[in-house]
């Protein structure tokens, strides 16, 4: 397998990001991602295990948080596919390792790639500002006409500027089991609602017995604190979604 990382095509630095968005709120506004063509038609999304996940439409192919089969993932089968753009929450082996093929994303800033525009926000991953396990990358884009946000691998909590950079997914993936630096369900129920999520994608939690030395739960806390929402269970380990996708907040749980 071979990738390449990819530097920004527009390097601009958090603090220059986030001065931005503060002058934004300041006078009311919104930051919609840079015009850009898109195509519509939806998007196919596979669970490949953990947090990594295939995004198939719009004419491309995105990978999510491709994983060695260590730590919580241990037993896992590694995703060793192919995909046009790679995006990773951060270098860690259970959520960035290089083991599949395509451009591979792992620090904030702007790319356009394979017809995609998308943004990359830094974030701490941990609940202590970063001091345990650094920065994670918070990734939105637009793919298949709707709105993606990627929360696959952090535990800090959103900042108004965070809330203004990723906008109001059509469909926002988001770790739920808990521990050092993911969301716990309780967590990842209040992000959801701060977000206005329309499709709720859970991931990084243990379906069964978690591997030893494994701090993360299961789906079950996450899907109790979002009572309200409606849940689907999918039989499967891929799902499709067309837009427009309505009002009505849904969660996908994927096999």
Request: glycine residues 16%.
């Amino acid at each position: 397998m071979t990738n390449s990382m990819v530097h920004p095509t527009c390097r601009t630095t958090t603090s220059g990001l986030r001065l931005g968005v503060s002058l934004a709120l300041a006078a009311g506004l919104t930051l919609p991602l840079p015009a850009m063509a898109q195509k519509g038609g939806g998007v196919t999304i596979t669970n490949l295990g953990h947090s990594a996940l295939m995004i198939q439409g719009g004419g491309a192919r995105v990978l999510l948080n491709p994983f060695q089969a260590v730590g919580c993932a241990a037993g896992l089968s590694e995703p060793r596919v192919s995909a046009d753009v790679i995006l990773a929450s951060s270098l860690l082996k259970d959520e960035g390792a290089q083991v599949a093929s395509g451009k591979f994303l792992v620090k904030p800033g702007s790319y356009r790639l394979a017809g995609l525009q998308i943004e990359g926000i830094a974030a701490p991953h941990d609940r202590v500002g970063g001091r345990r396990f650094g920065n994670a990358t918070l990734w939105r884009w637009r793919q298949g006409g709707l709105d993606i946000a990627h929360l696959g691998g952090t535990a800090g909590r959103l900042s108004p500027a965070d809330r203004v950079l990723l906008g109001r997914p059509d469909v926002l993936i988001i770790g739920v089991g808990g521990g050092g630096k993911v969301y716990t369900g309780q967590e990842a129920a209040e992000v959801a609602r701060e977000l206005q999520a329309r499709r709720v994608i859970p991931v990084q939690y243990n379906s069964g017995k978690p591997p030893a030395g494994c701090d993360q739960g299961s789906v079950e806390p996450f899907l109790k604190a979002m009572a309200g929402a409606t849940v689907r269970r999918s039989s499967g380990r891929s799902i499709s979604l067309v837009p427009p996708l309505g009002d009505g907040v849904v969660v996908e749980v994927l096999r």
